[in-house]
């Protein structure tokens, strides 16, 4: 992978996908934090499905923390692993009142040090949030990269090194958005779909797999 290959295909994807919205539904830092964090091991939409009842019933961290988390878990169970994401988001709101004075931190290094955020929720956070360029890595950003030749490796920060030494930092945003939009739609973890692909001329995955 050098820069002009880089540059070239995402051209052609942002050609293909214009710059997609993020798909998590939210308004502000609160539920964008609170989204992010049920967002594991699951989709968005499945998110997107839970958090209306959660945040009509908790509109902010201070009302989150104090809530109970055996309600908190009803409401989210469908997201699955409802236990660790209930205490997650209580404990992460708690935190947010407590050491930031109900303000969600705009640091990485505060970020990650929430209850439920990685260091992929940072990034989003970051990127969508407060609009700061972070390329989060998500299991399609890192697929992805892979098979484009990006990187060589299961571990989301090589593939984040990779990627954004490759990409300028004014698109890091976009990468994400794009990737994970192409993940979803044409470069499934299983039987990508090559053929149909706008960058399959380009892409090491397609050039070893015919
Ligand atoms: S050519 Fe195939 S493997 Fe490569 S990016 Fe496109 S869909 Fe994914």
């Known amino acids: 992978m050098d820069r002009a290959l880089s540059a070239r295909i995402f051209h052609l994807l942002k ?4 710059v997609p919205d993020p798909s998590l539904r939210y308004t502000g830092l609160y539920e964008l934090a609170v989204s992010v964090v049920l967002s594991a091991q699951t989709t ?4 997107n499905a839970a958090t209306p009842a959660l ?11 104090r809530a109970r988390i055996g309600d ?4 989210i169970k469908s997201t699955g692993f ?9 404990a992460l709101s708690r935190a947010v009142t407590q050491r930031h004075g109900g303000e969600l931190p705009s640091a990485r290094e505060e970020l990650t040090a929430l ?3 990685g260091r992929k929720s940072a990034n989003v956070i970051l990127s969508i949030g407060f609009g700061v360029p972070a390329l989060a890595v998500d299991t399609h950003v890192l697929r992805i990269a892979n098979r484009l030749g990006y990187v060589e490796s ?8 990779a990627l954004t030494s490759m990409i300028p930092r004014a698109d890091w945003t976009t990468a994400h958005l794009v990737l994970i939009t192409h993940g979803r739609a044409l470069c499934a973890a299983r ?13 090491a995955y397609a050039r070893n797999n015919p």
């Open 15 to 18: 050609k293909h996908y214009g």
């Open 154 to 161: 299961d571990d989301p920060l090589r593939a984040e090194e």
């Open 55 to 65: 945040f009509a019933r908790y509109p902010d961290f201070a009302r989150l923390a």
């Open 72 to 75: 908190v878990e009803r409401i």
């Open 115 to 117: 209850p439920g955020i």
């Open 82 to 90: 409802y236990h660790n994401k209930a205490r997650n988001i209580v």
């Open 191 to 203: 039987a990508p779909r090559c053929r149909e692909c706008p960058v399959r001329t380009l892409c």
């Open 44 to 47: 968005d939409a499945q998110v």
